[in-house]
């Protein structure tokens, strides 16, 4: 059974930074894409990142290129969205998901992880 567990959100004041985790069991991350997604109320899931190592790819959205950068630590079977120089506009729940290979659509993406709220607010 694949699960993946998120953690790492919080509040965090504008230009700030927090760490977010996806741990997975029962899927091996080196050979699979891993997309990170953001949703606000009333708003369709935007997608983030998405990183293959295997494939030797990152892709990252223009309004956080520069900002958040994307690392897997194979031995923990995990990956990381770091989030610095946060913006308001970033205040959404974050989603992890895995797929055979990186899209920007969400039925493309087989599992999810539960979510977690990142909130920047002064």
């Known amino acids: 059974q694949v699960q993946l567990v998120q953690s790492g959100g919080g509040l965090v004041q504008p230009g700030g930074s927090l760490r977010l985790s996806c741990a997975a069991s029962g899927i091996t991350l080196w050979n699979t894409a891993i997309g990170w997604f953001r949703q606000v109320p009333g708003k369709e899931r935007e997608g983030v990142s998405c990183t293959h190592s295997h494939e030797d790819y990152t892709y990252y959205t223009n309004s956080v290129k520069g900002r958040f950068t994307v690392s897997r630590d194979i031995a923990k079977n995990t990956v990381y969205l770091q989030m610095n120089s946060l913006k308001p506009e970033d205040t959404a729940v974050y989603y992890c998901?895995?797929?055979?290979?990186?899209?920007?659509?969400?039925?493309?993406?087989?599992?999810w992880g539960q979510g977690a709220q990142v909130t920047v607010s002064s």
């Open positions: 998901g895995t797929a055979a290979f990186c899209g920007t659509l969400i039925n493309e993406y087989d599992y």
